[in-house]
């Protein structure tokens, strides 16, 4: 059974930096999409950033510049660079693959962050 593996949430203070990682657990042939989303208490889940199999990015306005997406594909692991983070980056951060030949979307256990001020 495919999994996902999230690392790298924590606590830091505003202005500092974190890297998430997502790595797939089980075999799997090759991902599609994979991105991050994230949810505060009390909100819905918003997409942070996502990133296809050749490249392309898509990020949210409130993390552009900030954030940055990528990915190895020999590894069908994707990261997230946070840097410059703000107290309303807080949020359980999820990663996600869509497996090629498959309509079902992989998610990750959740990972915490939270940034205070």
């Known amino acids: 059974q495919v999994q996902l593996v999230e690392s790298g949430g924590g606590l830091v203070q505003a202005g500092g930096s974190l890297r998430l990682s997502c790595a797939t657990s089980g075999s799997i042939f090759s991902i599609n999409a994979m991105g991050w989303y994230r949810q505060a208490p009390g909100e819905q889940r918003e997409l942070v950033a996502g990133?296809?199999?050749?490249?392309?990015?898509v990020y949210a306005a409130s993390v552009k510049g900030r954030f940055t997406i990528s990915r190895d594909n020999t590894k069908n692991t994707v990261y997230l660079q946070m840097n410059s983070l703000k107290p309303e980056d807080t949020a359980v951060y999820y990663c996600?693959?869509?497996?090629?030949?498959?309509?079902?979307?992989?998610w990750g256990q959740g990972t915490q962050v939270t940034v205070s001020s």
């Open positions: 990133i296809s199999s050749g490249g392309s990015t």
């Open positions: 996600y693959a869509d497996p090629r030949g498959s309509a079902l979307r992989l």
